[in-house]
């Protein structure tokens, strides 16, 4: 009877470690699965992260394209007034003083996107070729619309520059070029053209 009930306390004993042995590793699972969650989580969040950086050829805001033809806008604007006003001076007609203005137009709206690229630490050649790059089209295309609106104005070409007329359709002007160049940049930088190609030297 002794005997018997020595074997049986063992047994209960080696049952008892058996079950402890098998709790550890049950909490030893729960713990890895818990920590293998945690760093699935970890993961995701970090390619959620990752999502949120704009990549050239992505999808690109409204606010993004507007501030890139709001870029241009400036350096044209400052160009042709710039341009009319020397014309004016010079007593120059009406094409040469447009001409001017354009070629200003051009100078300005590369400077602005030059200073921009310089300040990163970008040497003079390639920050040249990268403005080129990133504001010849939205130039080319704001000057088109802007002087157009101002050519098939009726008395605007004539318009002097202490005129009310001349300010007035240089104003709209510059807003109908703003709306159409617009959704060329948004294009652009789509496409990872024009100002997405300065975007990353701002980073």
Same mark, same amino acid.
């Given at each position: ?80 007034? /710039? ?5 004016? &001076? ?8 447009? !001409? +001017? *203005?354009?070629? =200003? $137009? ?45 050519? /098939? ?5 004539? &318009? ?8 007035? !359709? +240089? *104003?709209?002007? =510059? $807003? ?28």
């Amino acid at each position: 009877m002794q005997h018997d009930a020595h074997a049986h306390h063992e047994h209960r004993q080696g049952h008892a470690g058996y079950e402890g042995h098998a709790d550890h590793t049950a909490t030893h699972q729960d713990h890895t699965a818990h920590q293998g969650h945690h760093d699935h989580g970890d993961h995701q969040g970090h390619e959620g992260h990752a999502g949120h950086q704009h990549t050239p050829g992505g999808p690109v805001s409204w606010p993004m394209a507007a501030r890139a033809t709001l870029h241009c806008l400036t350096g044209c604007a400052i160009g042709e007034i /710039l341009g009319m006003i020397i014309g004016t &001076a010079f007593g120059w007609g009406n094409v040469p003083t447009m !001409v +001017l *203005a354009i070629v =200003l $137009a051009f100078f300005f709206g590369y400077a602005l996107t030059l200073r921009g690229i310089l300040a990163a630490g970008v040497d003079f050649r390639t920050a040249f070729k990268v403005a080129l790059a990133a504001d010849t089209l939205s130039i080319a295309v704001m000057e088109l619309i802007d002087n157009g609106v101002i050519a /098939l104005w009726p008395g605007a070409m004539d &318009a002097h520059l202490d005129e009310p007329l001349f300010w007035i !359709v +240089l *104003a709209l002007s =510059l $807003a109908v070029a703003f709306v159409v160049t617009t959704p060329v940049n948004k294009w652009m930088i789509g496409r990872g053209k024009g100002h997405a190609v300065v975007h990353q030297y701002h980073h």
